[in-house]
C-alpha cells in the first residue's frame, strides 16, 4: 500500500470555525490532491499540487486553500467552515498517472 | 471538458455469476487513461484496473476485466464469479496522459452481491 496517512480521520466541528486537514506521504511522489465526496457526486476535485509550492484549484475550490510547503505534506484549510462543507475528504498522491488514495477525513460542520 | 457517465447508481447480483458495470466519457483527447476503482464500506479507494487507450487489448486483474470500446468511448468492467467481498461501490474515472494529471471521476455504482 503507498504511505499516505491523513489526520484527523475524523472531526466535528461548528459553522465559522477554521479547520486544518492534513495529507501525508512516504511515497515522494510529485502530485498531490484533495478531494471530497459527496453522496450523488462521487468524488470532486478541490484542489492539487504539481510541486512544493505549486498548487492549483480544481472543480470544487470555493471556500478552501491548500499549501504544500514540503514534498510530503499537502494542507487543506477551510478558513471559516460552513455545514455545506461537510463531507468525507480524500488525499490523493500520484507519480504517473495512477492515483492512490489515502483513508479519508470524515468532516461535520453543525 | 472531460466527464465520466456511470448510468446504473445501482446493481446486484448473485455470489459466483457475471456482472457488467457500464461506464461512458467524453474527450477530445486521444491519449489518456481509464480506471475502475473499488470502494467498499471501509472507505478506502482501491484501484481494481486501469487501461491505456492507446492500447487495444483490454486489460485483465484475475476476476476483473474491461471492455475498452474507444471508437464508442464506452469503458465496461466485467466481475467474474462474483464473491461477497466484491460489494462496494464502484468508480469509473479518467485521466490525460498529459497535462495537468486531473482524475475525472463518475458518479459510482454501487454493486451489493447476494449470498
Known amino acids: 500500500d503507498a504511505g499516505i496517512t491523513q489526520s484527523p480521520r475524523h472531526k466535528v466541528t461548528e459553522t465559522g470555525t477554521p479547520v486544518t486537514l492534513r495529507c501525508h506521504q512516504t511515497?515522494?511522489?510529485?502530485?498531490m490532491y484533495w478531494y471530497r465526496q459527496d453522496p450523488g457526486h462521487g468524488l470532486r476535485l478541490i484542489h492539487y499540487s504539481y510541486g512544493v509550492k505549486d498548487t492549483d484549484k480544481g472543480e470544487v475550490s470555493d471556500g478552501y486553500s491548500v499549501s504544500r510547503s514540503k514534498t510530503e505534506d499537502f494542507l487543506l484549510t477551510l478558513e471559516s467552515a460552513t455545514s455545506s462543507q461537510t463531507s468525507v475528504y480524500f488525499c490523493?498522491?500520484?507519480?504517473?498517472?495512477?492515483?492512490?488514495f489515502g483513508p479519508g477525513t470524515r468532516l461535520t460542520v453543525l | 471538458a472531460q466527464t465520466v457517465t456511470q448510468s446504473q447508481p445501482e446493481m446486484s447480483v448473485q455470489e459466483a455469476e457475471t456482472v457488467t458495470l457500464s461506464c461512458t466519457y467524453d474527450?477530445?483527447?486521444?491519449?489518456?487513461?481509464l480506471f475502475w476503482y473499488k470502494q467498499p464500506p471501509s472507505r478506502q479507494m482501491i484501484l481494481v484496473i486501469r487501461?491505456?487507450?492507446?492500447?487495444?487489448q483490454n486489460a485483465t486483474e484475475n476476476r476483473f476485466s474491461v471492455n475498452f470500446q474507444k471508437a464508442a468511448k464506452s469503458f465496461s468492467l466485467k466481475i467474474s464469479d462474483s464473491q461477497l467481498g466484491d460489494t462496494a461501490m464502484y468508480f469509473c474515472a479518467f485521466i490525460h496522459s498529459s497535462g495537468s494529471e486531473k482524475l475525472v471521476f463518475g458518479k459510482g455504482t454501487k454493486l451489493t452481491v447476494n449470498p
Open positions: 474527450t477530445s483527447e486521444n491519449n489518456y487513461y
Open positions: 511515497e515522494n511522489h510529485r502530485y
Open positions: 487501461q491505456e487507450a492507446y492500447k487495444q
Open positions: 490523493a498522491i500520484s507519480d504517473y498517472n495512477e492515483q492512490f
